[in-house]
Nanobody, 126 residues
Framework: QLQLVESGGGLVQPGGSLTLSCVVSGFTLDYYAIGWFRQAPGKEREAISCISSSGSSTNYSDAVKGRFTIRRDNANNTFFLKMNSLKPEDPDFYYC???????????????????WGQGTQVTVSS
């Protein structure tokens, strides 16, 4: 069974940092592009970052560029999203995703990825 499990969410103060992890099982990350989406209540899920299967290329949405960093550890079938300078308006739920692709899609949509984690909640509040 192919599975992705996020962890690392929680409560953080504005300006703080948090690192989300996504552990995969049932497949090997080596040949998968991976990424992160997020969603605020009542709003559409949005793509925020993607990294190619080799790790050689990354991309970020304008909303998180310069604040978030995606990283992968293929040896441990895990990848991460380091989030710095968190803002109260950063959406609540974060989802890790994976797709059997070498490179990230040029335009990332919900349909770009077949494998999804269950989501982890991040609350930015003082």
């Amino acid at each position: 069974q192919l599975q992705l499990v996020e962890s690392g969410g929680g409560l953080v103060q504005p300006g703080g940092s948090l690192t989300l992890s996504c552990v995969v099982s049932g497949f090997t990350l080596d040949y998968y592009a991976i990424g992160w989406f997020r969603q605020a209540p009542g709003k559409e899920r949005e793509a925020i970052s993607c990294i190619s299967s080799s790790g050689s290329s990354t991309n970020y949405s304008d909303a998180v560029k310069g604040r978030f960093t995606i990283r992968r550890d293929n040896a441990n079938n895990t990848f991460f999203l380091k989030m710095n300078s968190l803002k109260p308006e950063d959406p609540d739920f974060y989802y890790c995703v994976a797709e059997y692709l070498r490179h990230c899609p040029q335009r990332i949509t919900l349909a770009s990825f077949d494998l999804w984690g269950q989501g982890t909640q991040v609350t930015v509040s003082s």
